[in-house]
């Protein structure tokens, strides 16, 4: 079945992707759009746009049943969720199965299985591949607590339905578990309507590497290299790179193939991506999760590879096979992608939603920018806060953080605050020119901010 034109079932600059990639197809595109976005940049872009709904997300872009009649709507062959909103919820999927329209995204199983975190584990070690030693499911807090003591602290309570931080608490004394047990499930029941918690051990000196991988309706599975998203503030990521640094050759192949190994078991079809931590003390790895989405920073794999996976996605979906083999992909430089929110960092990163006066963004050679920000453009209070992503390339790791350096300082927003200052005073932080970093690393940073000075100039 072929995809001659695609509802684009999301907003902002991942829409503005999903469009591009659509025009480079020669298929048209169609915006799902709530009230709220119907100025927005992809509106313009898009070759057909149709309103699902009020501003809230809830009311719009979290509708399954608007998305599906605005597909049936608009004679749509397929549908692409992005990330975010109903990206990994199965219930889109399945409602697309229905209704004969190409999900561009792996089967509602797939996503099932991988989005129920205690299942995924336990397939994951199945296939042998390491997971961090841990609990089942704790349905109250004194299972949790003699869960705890055969674990041992520091630990972390995470949502089994979870994914974008939510539902995760480090415990790191006895005395704080009931305390985080009870918010941890509070969080998750009202993030995934599920409460249920697993428990794991905590690893202090860790580092966050996940692999890109990508499969066909032919039983084909390759991986496209990995990335490192150690830098994170409240398990949101903040900056990523590609490839991972520091790892030595076995070990970079090893995780490779173990994310391999996960996505040809359960048959997976298109982009995923499969999450791993590594011990830095001890260099083992294990099986975090797997996201059954594009991811956000796919632009750094894409930077080093040439590989157009948004591209890949709908050929996948239309039927095609794989347009390379694992042979035939190619690394090339590194690439480093900061996330600039409308956020002000300096007020605990708040929100900052309101009318750009100036945009400016950072432009030459080995450069990128994906943004739905323009001059005149008004950010609306009820979305994620993501505004751009800036993504450079350089021949090597040093020169791709000296070429950040000097993008974050051309980069000019003015109007409403942005998280760029503070991104330019990160990335020139010595452990982070270095490379000594880990998954706790940034919060070090961020509790020093009151005695760093953080300009918009």
Known sequence: MGISRVLVANRGEIALRVIKACRALGIESVLAVSEADRESLPAKMSDHIVCIGPARATDSYLKVEALIAAALGTDSDAIHPGYGFLAERPELAEACAREKIKFIGPSPESIRQMGNKLLARDLARGYRIPVIPGSEKVGDFKAAELAAKGIGFPLLLKAAAGGGGRGIKIVRESGDLQGAFETAAAEARAAFGDETLYIERYIPNARHIEVQVLGDSFGSVIHVGERDCSLQRRHQKVIEEAPAYSLSGPLRQEIRNAAVVIAKHIKYENAGTVEFILDQDSERFYFLEMNTRIQVEHPVTEAITGIDLVREQIRIAAGH?????????????????????????????????????????????????????????????????????????????????????????HFVVSGIETTIPFLRLLVCQLDYVKGKVNTKWLEGVLASLPSLELRAD
Request: glycine share 8%.
């Open 321 to 409: 096979a794989l347009s390379f083999s694992q042979a035939e992909v190619r690394f090339s430089g590194h690439a480093i992608e900061c996330r600039i929110t409308a956020e002000s960092a300096k007020d605990g990163f708040r929100p900052c939603p309101g009318r750009i006066t100036e945009w400016r963004p950072s432009a030459g050679p080995d450069i990128r920018v994906d943004s739905h920000g323009y001059a005149g453009y008004s950010v609306p209070p009820f979305y994620d806060s993501l505004l751009a992503k800036l993504i450079v390339r350089g021949e090597n790791r040093v020169k791709a953080v000296g070429r950040m350096q000097e993008a974050l300082q």
